[in-house]
């Protein structure tokens, strides 16, 4: 069993407001799963955050009741439970993130979908396992829009997150490592990993090293003091001034 450390802290919503995160992180006997709820475009719509909430509890049952079962295989059936048990239809329900690390006797397991990054300290330094179709899509001009966002959500050449489709799991990135190669592992939301993508405040060596030496709390601190001193968003233009922030660090050593 590795040591645990998280970090957690609301943002704001799209009307620069306070609420509760909409980011949920579960940490299991022999896996550690990690959702960001996307902030729902209307308040018709069911929050992301509520969502995921449903989403990780229904991932948690599952990797509790197979230990080592395929993680896509677990995400997709998790998917389909809560679409079905909440009447969801893909293309018009709230969605989410999901990153998984699930460690066994012998080796580590990740998985990722969408923009919620994991990386894997070993002996020959730092493996990012992420999803950049989002930032890709993001980067090339296309997803500047709501409809932008609803049109590439779960398609063939657009982006993949858990929604109501069991489907958008076999789009997932996936990887596994030797257990005994693994020192630490890194699960953030992309209101952490925008330090490192976005803003360059340092790279995953040093986010790693922050944490060892302050506390995983400080790499969410020092990515919040960022944005402060930028509140109009011109140095680092985004959707809202402060994203939510999970982090989670895994010390297998």
Known sequence: MPVIEVAEQAGV?????????EDHLVVLDNAVVLLDGATAPSPDVPSGGWYAGLLSARLADGLRAA?????AAV???SIAAVAEENGLR???SPSSTVAIVRWTADRLDGLVLADSP???????GPQLLADHRIASLRDNGKLQ????????????GGFWVAEADPAAAGQAVTASWPLPVVETVLLATDGVSCGIDDYHLFDWPRARALARERGAHAVLKAVREAEESDPDRVRWPRPKRHDDQALAVLDFR
Do not use: C, H, M
């Open 13 to 21: 919503g799209a009307d620069g407001e306070p609420r509760p995160s």
């Open 145 to 156: 829009t709501g409809r932008d966002v609803r049109l590439r959500r779960n398609a063939e």
């Open 67 to 71: 230990p080592e079962a395929d993680l």
């Open 75 to 77: 995400l997709a059936a």
């Open 118 to 124: 994991i990386v894997v300290f070993g002996r020959g």
């Open 90 to 92: 893909p293309g018009e």
